[in-house]
């Protein structure tokens, strides 16, 4: 009996001795608890405008390649969401080669084949970019920095984007177009909606490189002729169509001094 009341109380003991330091523990507070991922981080987007120029130009356009400069305007609710506006207007317009080669095997007179037009005809009715507008929310999922080579260090942060706008559009040669039975010259504003990626690359805690890849969708119809089949060029030839565009700007951060969290 003496024996197993001594191991009793042995085990007792230990059992108190092995506890009573783990609850003290589990009552004490880490250090770490409630504390920022981040110490003393550089607050890039957070309540700061951004504002600045930019130049854009389309991609893989069957007529036309549009050249816009323009300028942008972004205000970030907090790291990661933002709202931003846009201007783009052109300032120039190359043709493609499709179009070269298109239009070399065209009569330069009245063709002989009904419907067809003239060389100058389908010029003529060809549609140009004049100017884009537009707004998005913008919501950035990585942020961070990187380094080049472990000497040059930068910040960035990727973001994707959605939203509305306005396309300007407009036959090549108007009076051409409105001489043609078989062209439809529609023009002025398109309405459209917008979706694409985009990223922020900084020099400093005020200026960054901005660089959006952008698909403005709207109802155009780029080579102003009969689509459908139905034997005349009209507002029933309007299809939705994808105008993909690749945008730089130099974005100046407000205010310049960045703020730096606890």
Same mark, same amino acid.
């Given at each position: 009996?003496?024996?197993?009341?001594?191991?009793?109380?042995?085990?007792?003991?230990?059992?108190?001795?092995?506890?009573?330091?783990?609850?003290?523990?589990?009552?004490?507070?880490? !250090?770490?608890?409630?504390?920022?991922?981040?110490?003393?981080? +550089?607050?890039?987007?957070?309540?700061?405008?951004?504002?600045? !120029?930019?130049?854009?130009?389309?991609?893989?356009?069957?007529? *036309?390649?549009?050249?816009?400069?323009? +300028?942008?305007?972004?205000?970030?609710?907090?790291?990661?969401?933002?709202?931003?506006?846009?201007?783009?207007?052109?300032?120039?317009?190359?043709?493609?080669?499709?179009?070269?080669? @298109?239009?070399?095997? @065209?009569?330069?007179?009245?063709?002989?084949?009904?419907?067809?037009?003239?060389? %100058?005809?389908?010029?003529?009715?060809?549609?140009?970019?004049?100017?884009?507008?537009?707004?998005?929310?913008?919501?950035? %999922?990585?942020?961070?920095? #990187?380094?080049?080579?472990?000497?040059?260090?930068?910040?960035?942060?990727?973001?994707?984007?959605?939203?509305?706008?306005?396309?300007?559009?407009? %036959?090549?040669?108007?009076?051409?177009?409105?001489?043609?039975?078989?062209? *439809?010259? !529609?023009?002025?504003?398109?309405?459209?909606?917008?979706?694409?990626?985009?990223?922020?690359?900084?020099?400093?805690?005020?200026?960054? @490189?901005?660089?959006?890849?952008?698909?403005? +969708?709207?109802?155009?119809? !780029?080579?102003?002729?009969?689509?459908?089949?139905?034997?005349?060029?009209?507002?029933?030839?309007?299809?939705?169509?994808?105008? #993909?565009?690749?945008?730089?700007?130099?974005?100046?951060?407000?205010?310049?001094?960045?703020?730096?969290?606890?």
């Amino acid at each position: 009996m003496t024996n197993n009341t001594h191991r009793r109380f042995a085990l007792v003991a230990a059992l108190l001795i092995t506890a009573l330091p783990l609850a003290a523990q589990a009552q004490r507070k880490s !250090p770490l608890e409630d504390a920022p991922a981040i110490r003393k981080r +550089v607050e890039l987007r957070e309540t700061r405008f951004e504002i600045g !120029p930019g130049f854009s130009s389309t991609i893989t356009q069957d007529f *036309y390649h549009s050249f816009l400069g323009g +300028v942008r305007l972004a205000f970030h609710f907090n790291d990661w969401l933002s709202l931003a506006a846009f201007g783009s207007f052109a300032v120039a317009n190359a043709e493609t080669g499709f179009q070269q080669r @298109l239009v070399e095997t @065209l009569p330069a007179m009245t063709p002989s084949v009904p419907r067809e037009p003239t060389g %100058p005809q389908a010029q003529g009715s060809m549609q140009k970019i004049k100017a884009l507008l537009g707004a998005q929310l913008e919501f950035a %999922p990585f942020t961070g920095k #990187y380094s080049l080579f472990g000497k040059i260090f930068a910040h960035y942060d990727f973001y994707i984007f959605g939203g509305g706008g306005l396309m300007d559009v407009g %036959p090549n040669n108007a009076s051409e177009c409105m001489a043609s039975t078989t062209s *439809y010259c !529609p023009s002025g504003f398109k309405p459209g909606g917008q979706a694409g990626v985009g990223l922020h690359t900084f020099f400093n805690n005020w200026l960054a @490189l901005n660089v959006e890849l952008r698909d403005f +969708v709207s109802r155009l119809d !780029p080579s102003g002729r009969d689509v459908n089949g139905d034997g005349v060029a009209n507002s029933n030839d309007l299809t939705w169509t994808s105008t #993909y565009l690749v945008t730089a700007n130099v974005m100046f951060f407000l205010p310049t001094l960045a703020a730096i969290s606890q």
